[in-house]
């Protein structure tokens, strides 16, 4: 079966440093993957979406890379602020048109001042 | 521009009662979603709908239904309510074309005794 990845243990950093999540896949051959932010007791917003023929995706602090050979995306946020605490969930789609992902537990980040 | 609003934000159900959660967007959307959330499980789909009138089954739909009467909402019942419906409910919707971003709703917990 299908079957989303993310690191389950919380990712702890410094201010400034740069916080790498990564998003593993199996069973799966998705056309897109888009990153969303959640904070507690709130819905999760969007963050970015790159197509399985990007290799790599920017929007000001955010970095998202997509390996199809790997099965993986990794999510990096630069010089990372306290605000940026939150857990980042990853979600496939596949080639249909129906817009279903399929979302990973996600990963919870703290950054520390 | 409200977005995605969800009602109600608590409740709480006995074994065996029924309910209706309501979502509504103003976004014109074409695409709405049900997802629910559970502890370490990530998001799970489980019914949506492509367009005003029509509804389709997702990862989990078991003891649920939904209607898509109108464009702007998309509700999802419990006929039955059991103790493993408790969970935290997002509804979500998206452009008429898949591979969009999906806007969330701030989400409704639902716990059954």
């Known amino acids: 079966s299908q079957k989303i990845e993310q690191n389950s243990e919380a990712l702890n950093i410094q201010e400034g440093k740069t916080a790498t999540l990564t998003c593993n896949y199996t069973?799966?051959?998705?056309?897109?993957l888009q990153w969303y932010r959640q904070d507690p007791g709130r819905g999760p917003v969007f963050l970015l979406l790159?197509?399985?023929?990007?290799k790599e995706k920017r929007k000001e602090r955010l970095k998202v890379t997509f390996d199809t050979t790997l099965k993986q995306s990794l999510f990096h946020i630069t010089a990372s602020q306290p605000a940026d605490s939150a857990t980042y969930l990853c979600?496939?789609?596949?080639?249909?048109?129906?817009?279903?992902?399929?979302f990973g537990q996600g990963t919870t980040l703290q950054v520390k001042p | 521009n409200a977005g995605v609003t969800q009602t109600p934000k608590f409740r709480v159900l006995k074994t065996g009662q029924s309910m209706t959660l309501l979502c509504a967007q103003d976004?014109?959307?074409?695409?709405m979603y049900w997802y629910r959330q559970d502890p370490g499980m990530g998001l799970r789909l489980i019914h949506y709908?492509?367009?005003?009138?029509?509804?389709a089954k997702g990862e989990v739909p078991d003891g649920y239904n939904v209607s898509r009467l109108k464009k702007q909402n998309f509700l999802l019942g419990l006929e039955s309510a059991a103790p493993s419906q408790t969970s935290v409910y997002f509804c979500?919707?998206?452009?008429?074309?898949?591979?969009?971003?999906?806007?969330f709703g701030p989400g409704t917990r639902l716990t059954v005794l």
């Open positions: 979500a919707s998206s452009y008429s074309t898949g591979h969009n971003e999906q806007f």
């Open positions: 069973n799966y051959s998705p056309a897109y």
């Open positions: 790159i197509r399985e023929n990007e």
């Open positions: 979600a496939l789609e596949g080639s249909s048109n129906t817009g279903k992902l399929i």
């Open positions: 976004m014109n959307h074409e695409y």
């Open positions: 709908s492509v367009g005003e009138g029509t509804t």
